[in-house]
Each structure stands twice: as C-alpha cells, then as structure tokens.
C-alpha cells in the first residue's frame, strides 16, 4: 500500500485521473485501458465527494496472486454511492461495492499485462507516480479528456478503417471461394457422370459374363451327358470281351481290351468330375450326409490308388485309425476329393512317399475332421501357386513331361470340400512337395439322416 491520496475539492478529483492515468502508463496498460481506469475514478470519485475521510489508495495485489492494479476509495460517513455510477464504473472496469455502518468502501481492480514487468519494478513506478503528484485545474481536467476523447476516435477511425479492409477482403476471398466451389461442383458433376458410365459398363460386363458363367455350366453340364453313353457303351463291350463266356482272346488282344477298359473308367470319372463341377458351380449338386466308417474308406482309397500307382519308388501311407473320429458327411463327395489329392500327389512323386493322415478337429466354429495329404514330390513354384486352384490350368515347366492332366483336380476338390461346409488350404516347396489340408465340419448337427441314394460309385 503507497500513501493515500486524500479527496476534498474538485481539483482534487481532476487530479486523481490524472494520477490514474498516469498509474496505468506506468503499468504498460494500452491507451484505451488507461483512459477506461481514469474515466472509472473520475466517475467515483465525483460521487462520493463530500463524504467525511474521504481517501484513495493505489496498490499493487500480494504476489501469489494475478498480477492487477488496486485503487481503493474509502470513508466514514455520507449517503451510499449512486447505483447509476456503480453502473457506470462497472462497465468499464471491475468494481467491488462494500458497507461499513455509516462509511463504506469501493474497490477498483484493473487486471496488468505481462509487459509490466515483476512486483518491485511494478511497486517502484508505481510509487514514483504517486510522489511526483498530480495538481491540476477543471481546464487541465477538460483538456485531457479532449486529447482522450481524440485520442479514442483516432483510435475508432482507425480501427473502422482495418475493419473495412478487412471485410474487402473478406469479400474477395469469398468471391474465390464461391469460384473454386462452381469449378469443384462442375468437376465433381463430371466425375459423376464418368462414375455413372463406367458403374453401367461394368453392369453390362457383369451380365455378359454371368451369361457366360451361365452357357459354359450349361454346355459342361450337356457334354458331360453326351459323354457318358458312349462311354458307358465302351465300358460295357470292354465287360462282354473279357466275360469267361465270350469266345476266346489272344494274349494281345486281351491287354489290349483291358487299356480300352482302363481308360474308359478313367473317361468315366473325369466326366463325373466335370459333371459334379458344373452341378456345384450351378447349386444343384445335392449333399447326402451320412456317418462315414473312416476305417473303411481309408482301406477302399488304399485298394483303388495302389492299383493304378506306377512309381515303384513311391510309398503310399495311410493312417491305421485304432480309434478313427466320428464324421457325418457326404461320402462319395470326400472319396472323390481325397482320390483327387492323392492321385494328384502320387503322379508327382518320384520317389519317397504320400501320406494321408486323419485326426479330429474339435475347435471352434465346430468340430471337425483334417485331412492331410503330404507327398514328397516335385512341389510347385512360389509364383504358381496362386494359380494352381484356376480351373484346367496346369503348372508349365519341365516337371510336367510324362504327367498328363486336365488341371481339374484341385480344383474340383477345393469346390467340393467348400460344398460340405469346409476348407481347403495348400502349402509347398519346390523340390521338397506340398501338403494339402481339407477341413470338413460334422454335419450332424446341421442335416437328419439320410439313407443313401446318390447313383454311382465314388
């Protein structure tokens, strides 16, 4: 707290804003804040003239606390301020109103910047302001609020000039705005109908190959039909010429009628592979769900593969199945998809071996069966192997002399395992072989039991 500056004439208030304005430039307030402060004090300090010990106090609040400049009028007796003047300073700066019985107090609290500097140069100027005093007459008074009010239109004009600037240039960037939205909008409309184009091209690409999904399941399914009866009638004289009652063949033309009849069932099982492919692709192959005696099946692929086995080198390996798990399933679609992947490991196995393991699968979605067939072949390129599912493609390269196919095997087997509601996955190496897992859920849960129907061997 500096010593106090007594009020008890008119001069005395002139004074006081002058010492108030003063106080706030020694403070780094900006011009307009010095003016709002010493209007404030001016306006109370007018008011309550008059009253007995009538006194102001200029200080500075304890540190700890946000740095502000306090005044402080007090006295002992006379009428309460007038409302109208509380208002009046309260509007420009913050003012706290108190009683005190027949006296009372008023607290005006003018926040400082940061440019003020710490509490003791703020204590120092503060009270060199104070000692230099500050005497002046009504003409001083009125001539400094003539330079003040100056001084604010100066300010104002200023002020409205910027603000004028920048609403031109607001305006122009709205104009560019308002520009760059009409070329986005043309561009975005063209782009549109580019999409809208390109989106019915694509519809009719869709519908023509649909259609053509369509006439090539149609002509599979029609061909394979066509096929059937001559080979059938091929099969059938092959059984007449080999019966112990038809007349009797010479060595040769017994091998030979037996190739005709060799390669008639294999005529035969590709023509039901195509036919089961052209069903599935169309949604009218039908599942029979059985419970399969794994032990069974196992033993018939053994009988069947072997038969037909040319690499003495090779070893077929099947499970023995002490305890085989329980699978209902479609059984003629599983014989022909592991008669497939084992033919299909055994024609490109040189030496070594193919093996078929089975062990349940008891994880969820639900429990199942794993297939794996293991060989020790030629294996497939990195590169091919995302090609190797694309049906009648085959693997080019060198490993394919002496392997004739129709790259129907994988395949076929992957769209029959994902019919029965399981998966087919495959890894390999070159020259080390490839390993080939199905997956195939119980289907007990999903279908009642059906008696077997299905026409044809597996």
């Known amino acids: 707290m500096v ?7 008119s ?109 003791a140069e703020q204590h120092a100027r503060l009270a060199e302001v104070l000692k230099a005093g500050h005497r002046s007459t009504e003409a001083d008074d009125l001539r400094a609020q003539t330079r003040d009010l100056i001084a604010t239109l100066e300010e104002t004009r200023a002020q409205r000039e910027e603000l004028r600037r920048l609403n031109e240039e607001l305006e122009e960037t709205n104009q560019g705005v308002l520009a760059l939205y009409s070329e986005l909008t043309q561009e975005l ?13 694509l519809e009719d690409k869709r519908h023509q190959l649909q259609e053509a999904s369509e006439a090539k399941t149609r002509f599979w ?10 080979v059938n009638s091929v099969l059938a004289l092959s059984d007449l010429l080999l019966a112990p009652s038809s007349p009797d063949l010479s060595g040769e033309q017994r091998e030979q009628v037996e190739f005709i009849a060799s390669s008639g069932h ?43 086995q040319g690499h003495d080198g090779v070893t077929l390996v099947t499970p023995r ?53 293991t060989d020790t072949g030629i294996g497939i390129p990195p590169e091919e192997l995302g090609r190797v599912f694309e049906v009648f493609y085959q693997v080019r390269g060198p490993h394919q002399t002496g392997r004739p196919g129709t790259g129907l095997g994988l395949p076929y087997a992957r769209t029959l395992a994902e019919l029965l509601g399981g998966s087919l996955t495959l890894t390999s190496t070159v020259g080390s ?26």
């Open 11 to 119: 001069q005395d208030v002139f004074g006081l804003r002058r010492t108030a304005q003063q106080a706030a430039a020694a403070m780094s307030l900006e011009r307009q804040d010095q003016v709002r402060l010493a209007t404030a004090l001016s306006e109370l300090g007018r008011d309550r003239l008059g009253c007995r010990g009538l006194e102001v106090f200029f200080s500075l609040v304890p540190p700890g606390r946000p740095s502000a400049l306090l005044v402080t009028f007090t006295w002992t007796g006379g009428p309460p301020p007038a409302k109208e003047t509380l208002d009046l300073a309260a509007r420009l700066v913050r003012v706290d109103h108190g009683t005190e019985g027949a006296g009372g107090r008023i607290v005006v609290v003018q926040p400082l910047p940061a440019e003020a500097g710490n509490a």
């Open 321 to 373: 199945l002490e305890q085989p798990p329980s699978l209902v399933t479609d059984e003629t679609l599983l014989v022909r998809i592991l008669r497939n992947l084992l033919s299909n490991a055994l024609k490109f196995t040189e030496h070594g071996e193919v093996r078929l393991d089975i062990e349940a699968d008891p994880g969820p979605p639900a429990p199942a069966v794993l297939f794996t067939v």
């Open 433 to 458: 072989g490839t390993r080939v897992v199905v997956r195939l859920p119980d289907l007990g849960h999903a279908y009642p039991r059906q008696s077997p129907d299905r026409k044809g061997g597996p």
């Open 3 to 9: 010593a106090p500056f007594v009020l008890a004439s």
């Open 221 to 230: 399914a029609n061909i394979s039909h066509e096929l059937r009866t001559p």
């Open 266 to 308: 294999t005529l035969l099982s590709l023509v039901n592979d195509l036919l089961d492919v052209a069903k599935a692709e169309a949604g009218h192959l039908d599942i029979h769900p059985e419970p399969v005696d794994l032990k069974l099946l196992v033993a018939h692929l053994g009988g069947l593969l072997l038969n037909g």
């Open 189 to 201: 409309e063209a782009t549109n109908s580019g999409v809208l184009a390109l989106h019915s091209e």
